[in-house]
């Protein structure tokens, strides 16, 4: 399938840009200080793929893309840092909407976050040298910090629906990085990670998406917060 990566963005992407405008969630009205924040990230997050690529720690199989390059990158890979943060952010938007339940207690979240903070840095330990791993979980560790203690609230809500957040994650990365299909998508230099797959998935995978989530999610939350400061002095 020639276009496979971009029928995965769109699909990714579609389902949740339409319910957008449900009047029960109205997420469009997030779209001001959304958009800022996925920018934002891109602008942390592409540079980073930018010379992963470039190095070959990592690289897309032609076979499924269109073959539309900028900076190296497939037009369809850019497309993922929009479709994909659109779409979670909208499943945790959603999540918390219809089922306000859906959170984790402070002591909870204490736990998973010393878990969490423990489990990156030992795993730094043993694998500085390998670049993916080093960069990811390293920036992992970095913003967890900043949030947890400038506004741990958030993780609240964040921990729990990305346990959620997970199941789509796992079928379009699954999808990405070979399960059912002839080839991957996107191949990676194994000597540049752990080396450790979940199914076809390296596990770094999920700590690169709870870092590109909670970025955006952090950096959202921050602009709407801010918006609503300044209404408030008006």
């Known amino acids: 399938m020639k276009y496979l990566y971009l029928w995965l963005d769109l699909g990714s992407f579609i389902i949740p840009f339409l319910f957008s405008f449900h009047p ?4 469009y009205k997030k779209w001001k200080s959304l958009f800022p924040a996925i920018l934002i990230m891109m602008a942390i997050f592409i540079p980073w ?6 190095k070959e720690f990592w690289g897309f199989n032609e076979a499924y893309i269109s073959g539309i390059t900028f900076l190296n990158l497939p037009i369809e890979e ?4 929009i479709c994909v943060p659109y779409a979670c952010i909208f499943t945790h938007y959603a999540l918390v909407q219809l089922v306000p339940k859906i959170k984790f207690s402070d002591s909870t979240v204490n736990i998973i976050y010393v878990i969490l903070v ?3 840095i030992v795993t730094l330990w043993y694998y500085y040298t390998h670049m993916y791993t080093l960069v990811n979980f390293g920036y992992a560790l970095l913003l967890l910090g900043l949030v947890y203690n400038y506004n741990r609230r958030l993780l609240n809500t964040f921990f729990a629906t990305y346990i959620v957040i997970l199941i789509p994650f796992f079928i379009v990365n699954g999808v990405l990085t070979g399960t059912g299909i002839e080839d991957q998508v996107v191949w990676y230099n194994n000597l540049e990670n752990m080396g450790i797959r979940m199914g076809t998935i390296p596990v770094e995978d999920t700590i690169y998406n709870l870092g590109m989530l909670l ?3 952090a950096l959202t939350h921050f602009f709407e917060s801010r918006a609503h400061g300044l209404a408030s002095m008006d």
Do not use: C
Request: net charge positive; glycine share 4%; aromatic share 24%.
């Open 118 to 120: 423990s489990g990156l």
């Open 24 to 27: 029960k969630l109205r997420f």
């Open 215 to 217: 970025t955006v999610l």
């Open 78 to 81: 850019w497309l993922f840092f």
């Open 49 to 54: 793929d930018i010379i992963f690529t470039t």
